[in-house]
């Protein structure tokens, strides 16, 4: 076999691999948040008193970071900037996805570009942040530092790509679109466009596995999914639901 | 009784992030738990040879019960911002303390055993087999958290730490290896019915006592009923209010009320603790079996209403938790909550002009107000969001001259904890005690500085117990403590009633 075909099938395997884990991962995580029971009402203060204030303060929470606003500025800023850049980085890249592109992701090219270099500096103050408060560095362990570091990477050998090695694009939209149309491709040889892969890779395995599953079980909190009706509402505790069981 | 060494924090009128002192409180433990009061409550009576499997088996299986735990032990990204919020770490300085670092202790033996990654890649994720050492340090830190749940107003996910402590405390309590203090007193709740351990006959004389007190330096004709079946209100409150200072004064500020209101009310020699230990352990069916108390004292008295005395953790389990527990109150007249916090009772006399309160009986005071935590995080009155910060102050202001708040960040939800609630309220953890009502301490010594306040008022037994002790220490006068009830019972004007 060919070297590049190999190395075509190699990639190809683990890009599918990675999905998977993925995938599976984070649904079987989602799915045991979702059905594991909530015996008693444990909303924390200032909850909604109505079922309908539950998604604006979810809302709140995942899209401005109210409650870490009210703990920590510094650690907000830092985490706002580095959420938004990671986003929008994640967005420009649907261009690899869709054939012909839509219309919005290409509107999104160049904030892309800056959202890419935002990335990894908001990573090295959130770094920063976390080694220079004594109180967070005695929190902070390998995980903690690893999840940084691969992030840091995946955003640098993005931006080596973007100003220095330049593969061609027209060869990795091929690759990327052809695991997207189940239709393999060849991936080009370009190291840094191949370390950019495996490290996401990489990623996506970890995520289900990891704190990264904060995305996914905010949704699910408690202290902030629920409201606070209960001498209105009675609750009931399902795995134990009548008196003198 | 050992005299315990007590270290008392130099009071400043701000809280500043203290330097970290590795250590600094990992001496100071909770007794553990007697045999006899442990096989009460069902659980073994001694730390079990197997307790390392029964140990993870338990959290295993509190996991499937509780998406609290499931979600927060997962969860948490580090992000730092609760490590400044518990007043156990701004006082002791003890990084075990900062609730994270707290959660760890649970969350590192739950990455061993029962999560792939910490299986496979063991310390390289944080993940930490269950020694004898962990055991103890489990006994020592979830014993020096108040579930007061400040940290989770400020953690960006709600992660409640409370909640992490109660499955910790159920899981040590599953093997056999408890704690003193709480498993007594709820073991006095089964047998004799509350947590002083009080019979009815002597509750029946101590409540004579009181009237006759109030008779005597008052001149004002209460009645303090006890079980008087068909009365229209049934009034649970912490049997502390029966006997303790400055909770007793509180009582006869309820009875006062009640009196101006006309209404016909009870205690009950059954239903005579509001308080509820159960919680502190966090376990459902012990929390259920203390609640029971409450359903039968209604079975027994057949009341209208259900009005609750001041408690904070018993607020929130009679507002948050009871329907659940013991619901619902179909018997009860439904155009009154149920359970009516006393508050929510009063405030709406005094809003409808039914009582007459003569503000200058106050005059010596100037009142700030302590937001109990438990109130303020876990449990609401009145009809609209934050009515319990509003509903007390409103009260209080009704019935003096002078009220003045403390710092915006240490009021409302923000508020700091007494340092004495959760299941702490013991002499041992007294050195723990002081230190974290540091933060409120600072707080009351600011206002008193700026603005001459005199009188911390308060709606919470275990705050009115822990204050008083703690206060003296901080050289101040444990007088300046009471409930908001003691202020009614202060300024009421017997008799002339206003158009109810
Ligand atoms: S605030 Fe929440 S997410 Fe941040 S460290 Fe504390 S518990 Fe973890
Ligand atoms: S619940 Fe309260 S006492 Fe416990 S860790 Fe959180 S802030 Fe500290
Ligand atoms: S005793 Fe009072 S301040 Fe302390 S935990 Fe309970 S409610 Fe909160």
């Known amino acids: 076999m060919e070297p590049s075909v190999l190395l075509t099938l190699v990639f190809t395997a683990m890009a599918y691999g990675a999905i998977a884990v993925f995938v599976a991962g984070v649904a079987a995580k989602l799915y045991r948040y979702k059905t594991t029971p909530s015996p008693l009402r444990i909303p924390t203060t200032p909850a909604p008193i109505s079922p309908i204030g539950v998604p604006f303060r979810i809302f709140g929470d995942v899209v401005f970071f109210n409650s870490l606003f009210k703990g920590n500025k510094w650690t907000w800023i830092g985490g706002i900037v580095f959420h938004y850049a990671f986003l929008m980085v994640v967005l420009r890249h649907l261009r690899y996805f869709f054939y012909p592109e839509p219309g919005w992701v290409m509107s999104l090219q160049a904030a892309g570009i800056y959202a890419g ?78 370390l950019h892969l495996l490290l996401v890779f990489t990623l996506l395995v970890y995520f289900p596995f990891s704190k990264l599953m904060h995305s996914g079980g905010i949704f699910f909190s408690p202290t902030r999914n629920q409201c606070d009706n209960p001498r209105e509402k009675r609750h009931i505790n399902p795995w134990s639901p009548n008196l003198g069981a | ?118 299986k496979v890649l063991g310390p390289l994720v944080d993940a930490e087999d269950l020694t004898m050492e962990t055991l ?75 009237v006759e007190d109030i008779k005597d330096t008052t001149g004002a004709e209460v009645e303090l009923p006890m079980d008087v079946v068909g009365a229209d209100v049934l009034l649970v409150t912490p049997s502390a209010d029966f006997f303790a200072s400055p909770h007793v004064e509180s009582l006869a500020g309820y009875a006062k009320v009640f009196k101006q209101a006309g209404l016909s009310w009870t205690l009950s020699s059954h239903a005579s603790e509001a308080g509820n230990f159960g919680m502190f352990i966090g376990n459902f069916e012990v929390m259920r079996n203390v609640a029971k108390r409450i359903r039968e004292g209604i079975e027994i008295i057949k009341p209208k209403r259900l009005v609750h005395g001041e408690c904070g953790h018993a607020w929130r389990i009679a507002y948050s938790f009871w329907n659940t527990l013991i619901g619902p109150f179909d018997s009860l007249d439904p155009n009154y909550p149920a359970p009516q916090h006393i508050c929510e009772f009063t405030h709406d006399l ?108 308060l709606i919470c037994a275990i705050c009115k117990a822990q204050m008083t002790k703690v206060f003296p220490y901080y050289g101040y006068e444990m007088e300046e403590v009471g409930g908001v009830h003691q202020l009614v019972n202060r300024a009421i004007v017997m008799g002339g009633k206003e158009g109810i």
């Open chain 2, 350 to 457: 005094i809003k409808r002009g039914a009582l007459k309160l003569d503000k200058t009986a106050n005059d010596d005071f100037v009142v700030t107000f302590h937001d109990s935590c438990n109130v303020a995080r876990g449990a609401r009155m009145g009809n609209m969001k934050g009515g319990q910060f509003v509903i007390p102050r409103e009260i209080i202001k009704a019935t003096c001259n002078k009220f003045v708040d403390m710092a915006p960040n240490t009021i409302h939800e923000h508020t700091f904890c007494c340092g004495g609630g959760g299941g702490i309220l013991t002499d041992e953890l007294i050195d723990v005690r002081i230190k974290g009502a540091m933060p409120r301490m600072n707080a009351y010594k600011a206002i008193k500085d700026s603005h001459g306040a005199n009188f911390f008022a």
């Open chain 2, 1 to 118: 009784m050992a005299k315990v060494k007590v270290e008392v924090p130099v009071l400043t009128g701000s809280t500043v992030f203290p330097v970290m002192k590795e250590g600094a409180t990992s001496g100071i433990k909770s007794h553990l738990a007697k045999e006899k009061d442990m096989v009460a409550l069902g659980f073994p009576g001694a730390l079990l040879p197997d307790w390392k499997e029964r140990a993870v088996e338990r959290m295993a299986e509190l996991l499937k019960k509780y998406k609290s735990l499931q979600v927060y032990l997962d969860i948490c990204v580090k992000c730092g911002s609760c490590t400044d919020k518990c007043q156990f770490y701004l006082g002791t300085k003890d990084p075990r303390n900062m609730p994270v670092a707290r959660q760890e202790l649970l969350r590192k033996v739950y990455r061993r055993y029962l999560t792939v990654s910490g």
């Open chain 1, 117 to 194: 270099i935002l990335l990894p500096l908001a990573v090295l103050y959130l770094l920063m942040r976390r080694t220079s408060v004594d109180r967070t560095m005695f929190v902070s362990s390998l995980a903690d530092y690893f999840v940084l570091a691969l992030i840091f990477c995946i955003a640098v050998t993005g931006l080596l790509m973007k100003y220095y090695v330049r593969p061609f694009m027209v060869d990795v939209k091929g690759f990327v679109y052809g695991l997207v149309t189940l239709n393999p491709s060849a991936v080009p040889f370009e190291p840094v466009f191949l």
């Open chain 2, 136 to 210: 103890d340090e489990w006994h020592t830190y979830f014993y020096q958290c108040s579930e007061c749940r400040r940290c989770s107003v400020y953690c960006p996910y709600g992660i409640d730490t409370a909640e992490i402590t109660m499955a910790a405390r159920e899981i040590l309590d599953a093997i056999g290896y408890g704690q003193k203090y709480i498993t007594e007193i709820i073991h006095k709740v089964y047998t004799i019915g509350n947590n002083l351990g009080m019979p009815g006959p002597a509750i029946q004389s101590t409540l004579d006592f009181i």
